[in-house]
């Protein structure tokens, strides 16, 4: 729900309509996000699973203090003991904040960089959450962009992140989600985002012409993810974000690219679905506006 949460907020943002939401409203939301937030265990003492869930689907019942009952106890505890954040959640529980106004002053960013170290993996990837088994791109620029947000650092080991990110510019010149797999639209934004926020995309690229090259082949009419596979609305952030971080989104041809998300876009129910004709959902929703925002 968290992300879900994300993509409707700054959907509405870049359609101006943010200042239109009550302050009730705005404040209810903001209680809720803080809700989400894992906090340290309850001897004071960090955790690694400290930051932000998706939703309070499982695990324990919070309140915005952080001190939650659960069946397990009749104790009043912190949930970090059975419960744990998830990096994408943390990233856009974050923005969402950040949306609404809120200054921040009740994220625990002691606890959430210090989670991020511990969600480093030793090729310089980070988890999806403490010991789950799963890393890749998408959380290098999810650990990337929270401590951007919190301008702290130190969670992060910058040239072991470089380093990883490196090993997955392909042949093609895109990047893959891990060392020596295919290229990908989405991989390559977290690439090159990631190294915009750390302030390395010229010399983090090893070859910028061959990446160039690549993101602009993947234009149809509407973009490709890959080589061979049907234009989709949200490449139009994926590859047209990417193309615009590195300074040379005038190459793209917007006329057609406008079409193609025209054909995209549904008057019936006021959103984007991923191919002409389809259903709109969230996601590509809100990654159509931002293709259009570019
Ligand atoms: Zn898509």
Not at 154 to 162: A, F, L, M, R, Y
Not at 243 to 249: A, S, T, V
């Amino acid at each position: 729900r968290m992300t879900f949460g994300y993509f409707c907020l700054s959907g509405l943002d870049l359609l101006g309509s943010l200042p239109q939401l009550t302050q009730e409203k705005r404040a209810g939301w903001v209680e809720w996000i803080y809700a989400q937030q894992i906090h340290p265990n309850a001897d004071g003492s960090l955790s690694p699973r400290c930051g932000f869930r998706g939703s309070p689907f499982a695990g324990t019942k919070h309140c915005s203090s952080g001190v939650s009952r659960n069946s397990f106890s009749r104790s009043a505890h912190p949930p970090a003991e059975i419960d744990t954040s998830h990096i994408t959640m943390t990233h856009t529980a974050l923005l969402c904040l950040v949306l609404l106004g809120d200054d921040l002053s009740r994220v625990n960013a002691k606890a959430i960089v210090a989670a991020l170290r511990a969600m480093q993996q030793p090729d310089g990837s980070f988890e999806c959450y403490w010991k789950a088994g799963e890393s890749d791109m998408r959380f290098v620029f999810c650990a990337c962009a929270i401590s951007y947000v919190l301008n702290d650092w130190s969670g992060i080991d910058v040239e072991k992140c470089i380093e990883f990110i490196r090993k997955c510019q392909t042949y093609e010149g895109g990047f893959s989600q891990k060392p020596n797999q295919e290229s990908h639209g989405g991989s390559t934004y977290c690439a090159i985002a990631s190294l915009a926020l750390m302030g390395r995309i010229d010399d983090g690229i090893a070859d910028k012409d061959r990446t160039l090259r690549w993101l602009l082949f993947r234009q149809e009419d509407g973009f490709q993810g890959r080589p061979n596979k049907p234009h989709d609305t949200c490449y139009a952030f994926w590859i047209g974000g990417a193309i615009d971080m590195l300074g040379m989104y005038h190459l793209v041809d917007t006329t057609v690219l406008k079409f193609f998300l025209s054909q995209t876009y549904s008057p019936k129910f006021g959103g984007y679905g991923k191919l002409p004709g389809d259903y709109p959902d969230l996601m590509h929703t809100y990654l159509g506006l931002s293709g259009l925002a570019i």
